[in-house]
């Protein structure tokens, strides 16, 4: 029979390698593990590459888009005009209050579908948003 193997088997204790920071020190002695420097605080990585203090420090390029006061406060004039609660216009509308709410408090930026739906429900015009 040639498949069979026929050598003993030992079945022993064997020297696993230590955890901790004795563990630590052997393996660094072994030269199984390479130490890398510490970045400085302030300079970490963010998931888009650009360091945290970069990100901080800018301003202009990644600020959020913003509903314009102009659209804001022609919303809530023309509501207030008609004697509507955001409620009413929100149910006119078929959409939530708090989506009223947060146009009118420039917190949610609406699509030009959504504003053409507001326009015809109050029967006045208001400005558009631009597009990016």
Same mark, same amino acid.
């Given at each position: 029979?040639? !498949?069979?193997?026929?050598?003993?088997?030992?079945?022993?204790?064997?020297?696993?390698?230590?955890?901790?920071?004795?563990?630590?020190?052997?393996?660094?002695? =072994? !030269?199984?593990?390479?130490?890398?420097?510490?970045?400085?605080?302030?300079? /970490?990585?963010?998931?888009? !590459?650009?360091?945290?203090?970069?990100?901080?420090?800018?301003?202009?390029?990644?600020?959020?888009?913003?509903?314009?006061?102009?659209? +804001?406060?022609?919303?809530?004039?023309?509501?207030?005009? +008609?004697?509507?609660?955001?409620?009413?216009? =929100?149910?006119?509308?078929?959409?939530?209050?708090?989506?009223?709410?947060?146009?009118?408090?420039?917190? =949610?930026?609406?699509?030009?579908?959504?504003?053409?739906?507001?326009?015809? /429900?109050? !029967?006045?015009?208001?400005?558009?948003?631009?597009?990016?």
């Amino acid at each position: 029979m040639s !498949g069979q193997d026929h050598n003993p088997v030992v079945f022993s204790k064997s020297s696993r390698p230590q955890s901790g920071a004795q563990g630590m020190a052997q393996a660094q002695r =072994a !030269g199984q593990v390479q130490a890398a420097p510490r970045q400085p605080p302030g300079s /970490a990585s963010t998931s888009s !590459g650009i360091s945290a203090a970069q990100l901080e420090n800018e301003t202009d390029e990644l600020k959020h888009a913003q509903v314009p006061k102009e659209l +804001k406060q022609a919303i809530q004039k023309a509501r207030m005009a +008609k004697g509507l609660t955001q409620k009413q216009l =929100a149910q006119q509308l078929n959409m939530q209050p708090q989506t009223i709410n947060e146009y009118e408090n420039g917190k =949610a930026i609406p699509q030009n579908a959504e504003i053409a739906k507001i326009e015809r /429900a109050l !029967g006045v015009k208001l400005p558009r948003v631009k597009k990016k």
